[in-house]
């Protein structure tokens, strides 16, 4: 995963922060389909020198925009289409591809 580190990914102060990673879980952040695509492949690499295989069943891909409607991203593991999603949950916290809060606060209040 170290060769990650140099991809372009969001500013956090002075942090380039292109990857989250938790136990088994990992989150790649890219400014377009084309560099996501790349660190996908990356991941794919050093995932297989450690004798692990990515899930495409359990991977899903989600475009943050300001647009009405989600740019469409098409991207792949092993020849093999990624899910597209508007929303999903990490380490608890649900994060939506408009980057609003209320679904999030819904579901805490709930």
Do not use: W
Not at 80 to 91: A, G, N, P
């Amino acid at each position: 995963m170290r060769n990650l580190e140099n991809h372009q990914g969001i500013k956090v102060g002075e942090q380039n922060i292109n990857n989250l990673r938790y136990a088994d879980d990992t989150v790649l952040i890219a400014e377009n389909k084309e560099d996501l695509q790349k660190r996908l492949k990356i991941v794919e690499e050093e995932s297989r020198k450690k004798g692990l295989e990515l899930n495409s069943k359990k991977t899903e891909v989600m475009v943050i925009s300001r647009k009405q409607e989600s740019p469409k991203c098409d991207i792949f593991i092993n020849k093999v289409k990624l899910k597209q999603t508007e929303k999903f949950k990490y380490q608890g916290t649900i994060i939506s591809n408009d980057c609003k809060t209320n679904i999030e606060i819904s579901a805490r209040i709930a």
